[in-house]
C-alpha cells in the first residue's frame, strides 16, 4: 500500500507560470484535501472534495484549482504563479467512516521566483 | 470558525524524560474531534493521536497520551521516555464532527506547532 503519493517533490516556477500539483491514494478514500504550510506555520486547506466529481474551497483556494475525475487523484493547479504561493503543499485523504483520520502525502516544496 | 492555539512555540526535553506540549481551541460545537500530528524534519505529517469529543476517557498510544479536558477546551499531549525520534513540530487540530452531507464537517484547523527538541 503506497497510501498517498505527491508528484514533485520539489519544482521552481518563475513569476506567472503555472503547474500542477499531482496526488493519488490507494486507499479508495472518498475525501481528499489540498493544504498548503507556509514556514513555521501550521496547515491550511485549499481545496477539498468529498468525491469523483465533487469539489469545494477551503479557507484559502484563490489562485488555485483542482479537479477530482476519479477516486484515486485530486490533481491541484496553480495558474499564473505568485510568489505568494511559495509554500510546501500537502495532500490528504480519509475514509467516510467515525475515525476522521485524514493521512497526508509527502508534500511538495514549491519555489516561486 | 473555529480556533487552534498552541502556545508554546518550542520546548526542548532531555531523552527519557517527560514532556507535555499544550494546546486549546475555541469552538461553539458539542460533537468534534481532536488530533495531534507530528511533522519530523522529512516534513511526512504523521497522525500521533486522536481523540473524540464525546468520550471522556483520555485516548492513549503508547508512551503518547492526552489529556482532554472539553469544559476547559484544553487538548494537551504528554510524551513519557522522550526519545530523540520525537524530535520534529508537533501539530494540534480541530475537525467538527458533522451528520449527513454537510461538507463543513470535513475541515481540519491546525495551530502554529509547538517545536519539540529531545536532547541526549
Known amino acids: 500500500n503506497a497510501g498517498v503519493t505527491q508528484t514533485p517533490k520539489f519544482r521552481i516556477l518563475k513569476i506567472g507560470q503555472s503547474m500542477t500539483l499531482q496526488c493519488t491514494q490507494d486507499?479508495?478514500?472518498?475525501?481528499m484535501y489540498w493544504y498548503r504550510q507556509d514556514p513555521g506555520m501550521g496547515l491550511k486547506l485549499i481545496y477539498y472534495s468529498v468525491g469523483a466529481g465533487i469539489t469545494d474551497k477551503g479557507e484559502v483556494p484563490n489562485g488555485y484549482n483542482v479537479s477530482r475525475s476519479t477516486t484515486e487523484d485530486f490533481p491541484l493547479r496553480l495558474e499564473l504563479a505568485a510568489p505568494s504561493q511559495t509554500s510546501v503543499y500537502f495532500c490528504a485523504s480519509r475514509d467516510s467512516d467515525r475515525a476522521k483520520t485524514q493521512y497526508f502525502g509527502p508534500g511538495t516544496r514549491l519555489l516561486v521566483l | 470558525a473555529q480556533t487552534v492555539t498552541q502556545s508554546q512555540p518550542e520546548m526542548s526535553v532531555q531523552e527519557a524524560e517527560t514532556v507535555t506540549l499544550s494546546c486549546t481551541y475555541d469552538t461553539s460545537e458539542n460533537n468534534y474531534y481532536l488530533f495531534w500530528y507530528k511533522q519530523p524534519p522529512s516534513r511526512q505529517m504523521i497522525l500521533v493521536i486522536r481523540?473524540?469529543?464525546?468520550?471522556?476517557q483520555n485516548a492513549t498510544e503508547n508512551r503518547f497520551s492526552v489529556n482532554f479536558q472539553k469544559a476547559a477546551k484544553s487538548f494537551s499531549l504528554k510524551i513519557s521516555d522522550s526519545q530523540l525520534g520525537d524530535t520534529a513540530m508537533y501539530f494540534c487540530a480541530f475537525m467538527k464532527h458533522v451528520v449527513g452531507n454537510n461538507n463543513a464537517g470535513n475541515m481540519l484547523t491546525f495551530g502554529g506547532g509547538t517545536r519539540l527538541m529531545v536532547k541526549p
Open positions: 486507499m479508495n478514500h472518498n475525501y
Open positions: 481523540q473524540e469529543a464525546y468520550k471522556q
